[in-house]
């Protein structure tokens, strides 16, 4: 087990409302879990160190910065070799446009979310980006109908 953190009960409360509100106060954050603000704040200090609260971030509408468009994306390889495969996961890695990349097991090799403006400015992706890129076997996109549950 080595450094792991043992949670209790208000542990995981401080963590399921931090995580429907990342900007709550100490004070706040207290009051909901039954708590004073210093021993809170300790707890939540102890919950950053050993790694369970990993950062705090805001939620961004994609809209409104230009990315109202999300594709999901299926990458199959052909590649068995290490150099290309490192490669194409840097290439793919640095685009802007790809916004999760993971490295499956079985098939696809990879998945891809990409966020771009909107059905054009994907096929431009699509064309200029992962067409032809070496090691590429196949890609195929997924469109959203509707969002059901997201993060």
């Known amino acids: 087990m080595g450094n ?3 949670l209790d009960g208000v542990d995981r409360e401080i963590l399921f409302h931090l995580s429907q509100d990342g900007r709550l106060t ?3 954050l207290a009051k909901r879990v039954g708590l004073t ?3 809170c704040l300790r707890r939540l200090k102890r919950l950053e160190e050993a790694g369970v609260i990993t950062g705090y971030r805001a939620v961004i509408n994609p809209e409104a910065v230009g990315r109202g468009l999300e594709v999901m994306v299926d990458v199959e390889v052909y590649a068995n070799d ?5 490669t194409l996961e840097e290439t793919l890695a640095s685009y802007e446009e790809v916004i999760e990349f993971r490295r499956m097991f079985g098939r696809p090799d990879y998945f891809l979310r990409v966020a771009v403006a909107d059905h054009a ?3 431009a992706f699509l064309t200029a980006k992962l ?8 890609v195929e996109s997924h469109l959203t109908m509707k969002k059901i549950k997201t993060d």
């Open 26 to 28: 100490n004070v706040e």
């Open 121 to 123: 400015a994907y096929n």
């Open 37 to 39: 603000p210093p021993p």
């Open 82 to 86: 290490l150099k290309t495969i490192e």
């Open 4 to 6: 792991e953190l043992s």
């Open 131 to 138: 067409t032809g890129l070496p090691g590429i076997l196949r």
